[in-house]
T-cell receptor
Framework: DQQVKQNSPSLSVQEGRISILNCDYT??????FLWYKKYPAEGPTFLIS?????DKNEDGRFTVFLNKSAKHLSLHIVPSQPGDSAVYFC???????????????FGQGTILTVHP | EAQVTQNPRYLITVTGKKLTVTCSQN?????MSWYRQDPGLGLRQIYY???????DKGDVPEGYKVSRKEKRNFPLILESPSPNQTSLYFC??????????FGSGTRLTVV
């Protein structure tokens, strides 16, 4: 039972345009959400997070939106750059406010390709 | 440099031959975890540890063992590896209330 789903295996965008990566979840106990970026031959690296008490969090070119009623979150990258090409994972925690309460549930990942 | 170090990076072994993948972190983090990454399934948690001598099962613990005798180390043990354990493994650590830092991964092939 996949509690966190990323239904788009891949996304291709032009440099300078917006990239929108989507993630859906089913467990209403999740209260903290994160996005990780992964390059080949490297481990995932933390990108941005959002608590369930917020509906938006922004960090430079990256913005995460959370729609709790729809159990949906999205990552917007504006403007997209070729260096953003990577696999993006969303993850969720039911830890009561922490990203490190032991258990993170990840989605399947979306491969983003940004063309020059 | 703050990091999570896994060894080895690549490993090919035969079915049934016990192996250990080591993981060490130098950030004094409380939490450590092991994940496996498989195509179409993302990262799935195998085991996690909230502190020394405190471990708990993740989503896919079958066939794996862990131990946390020291805060910095969290080895993953496969007592009798099988081909379905062929995967890319990641160790991660995090402080209380902080996000995970991942190691570079161990690609394991069991033949």
């Amino acid at each position: 039972d996949q509690q966190v789903k990323q239904n788009s295996p891949s996304l291709s965008v032009q440099e300078g345009r917006i990239s929108i990566l989507n993630c859906d979840y089913t467990n209403s106990m999740f209260d903290y959400f994160l996005w990780y970026k992964k390059y080949p031959a490297e481990g995932p690296t933390f990108l941005i997070s959002i608590s369930s008490i917020k509906d938006k969090n922004e960090d430079g070119r990256f913005t995460v939106f959370l729609n709790k009623s729809a159990k949906h979150l999205s990552l917007h990258i504006v403007p997209s750059q070729p260096g953003d090409s990577a696999v993006y994972f969303c993850a969720a925690s039911a830890g009561g406010g922490g990203t490190s309460y032991g258990k993170l549930t990840f989605g399947q990942g979306t491969i983003l390709t940004v063309h020059p | 440099e703050a990091q999570v170090t896994q060894n080895p990076r690549y490993l090919i072994t035969v079915t049934g031959k016990k192996l250990t993948v080591t993981c060490s972190q130098n950030m004094n983090h409380e939490y450590m975890s092991w994940y496996r990454q498989d195509p179409g399934l993302g990262l799935r948690q195998i085991y996690y540890s909230m502190n020394v001598e405190v471990t708990d099962k993740g989503d896919v613990p079958e066939g794996y063992k862990v131990s946390r005798k020291e805060k910095r180390n969290f080895p993953l043990i496969l007592e009798s590896p099988s081909p379905n354990q062929t995967s890319l493994y990641f160790c991660a650590s995090s402080p209380l209330g902080g996000w995970n830092t991942f190691g570079s991964g161990t690609r394991l092939t069991v033949v």
